[in-house]
């Protein structure tokens, strides 16, 4: 018989993969905002990337080393910039920080923990059930709303 407690292989992918998605996402956009969208040399030149040493740098000193709460912080002001307008009237995702740091506190528990969490850190040894379904659940809610935000506030403005 199974380990209720032991975390399912297949949410820990899908937990991964959800989350390089909405990093991969919010990256773009922040290389967008600073000038670094990829270049791309012509025909003759096997249509390499013109522009990759700076992309690396700037990925490697600068957004690898971004927490969630500073990457929600300059989401935010690229999206109040991209749309001038002011954070009321931002699109699809009330509490967008909090919510970002939600999704990414879910991926730490994931990949971090032998034994279930709730987001406050506590473990449900006692309980029948593990946090591992509903901290799954939580963590596909918050993708939803996270990607439609980024898309909707920056892809959708052409």
């Known amino acids: 018989m199974e380990n209720p407690f032991e975390l399912p292989k297949e949410m820990l992918h899908e937990v991964i993969i959800r989350t390089l998605e909405i ?3 919010s990256n773009t956009i922040i290389r967008k905002s600073f000038g670094l969208s990829l270049k791309f040399g012509e025909k003759e030149e096997n249509y390499r990337i013109l522009n990759a040493n700076e992309i690396n740098r700037f990925n490697d000193f600068f957004l690898e080393n971004f927490g969630a709460s500073s990457r929600a912080d300059i989401l935010l002001e690229i999206v ?3 749309c001038k307008c002011n954070e009321g009237e931002l699109k699809h995702c009330k509490d967008f920080k909090n919510k970002l740091i939600d999704f990414y506190k879910i991926r730490n ?12 850190g506590n473990t449900r040894l006692e309980s029948s ?18 990607n439609e935000f980024l898309s909707s506030n920056c892809f959708d403005k052409r």
């Not at 528990?109 to 406050?120: E, Q, R």
């Open 23 to 25: 990093t991969n996402i």
């Open 80 to 82: 109040k910039d991209t």
């Open 109 to 120: 528990i994931f990949a971090h923990n032998i034994f279930p969490k709730d987001l406050k």
């Open 129 to 146: 059930t593990p946090y591992w379904l509903e901290l799954n659940q939580q963590h596909i809610n918050l993708h939803k709303k996270l």
